[in-house]
């Protein structure tokens, strides 16, 4: 009877802490489930953060605190996830990816997507008039026929869903508005010349813009009897 006592003593010390495993067992259980989306949203934050990188988000937009804010709950719940060791630590870690990191990162995304859309119209739809005007009067080679195509092509990125796809595409349409843009210098120049065909490509062109260095390049490229003047 002694030893059946002895290990029902035993048996109740250890009960505790067979229950706190079982109940740590059950919350891992649960934390299985809500993380398992937990891939979607390493490559999410990255491609939010990546966006935010290739665009200078945070140096041109006021709402670039919502970068440094998913930047430090991410951190913060990968850490009290990696460490948790108790039931109340991974309810609580869990709890904070699910309803703390999640809008913060939905938050991040949302405001990246504008910043995008927002560089597009600044970058990508001059570029676009440009390549009209420069294939209607003709000049610079197929040049502006690749301005339009790019500028189109960046235009239509914001449509994308997945913002993976738009990181992606932003890549690609910025390496290649740089390459273009360098050679739209070759071609027009940056200064008197650049200056007119740039505002008579957006409409807002004067005849006191026609310097003796503009007339002279219109000249050159037989444009003159191709551009026409219409009063504001």
Known sequence: ???KLLELEILLKQLPGAVERRRLGDRLRQAVDVLRDSDYRVNRTRAVLELAHLTEFQQ???QGDVIDKLKEEAWEVGDALQNATTEDELKNAVYDYDRVLKPALASADKAVRIHWSRVVDERFRPIELLGELLERIGIAGNLGQQLRDCARRGLAS???SQLTDIVANAKNLLAELSVLQKRRAEAIGNGNVGTF????AEGRATL???TPDVREWLEMNNALDRLGVTPR
């Open 1 to 3: 009877m002694s030893d």
């Open 60 to 62: 041109s937009s006021p």
């Open 158 to 160: 914001t449509n994308n």
């Open 197 to 200: 065909v740039n505002a008579l």
């Open 208 to 210: 006191e813009l026609i």
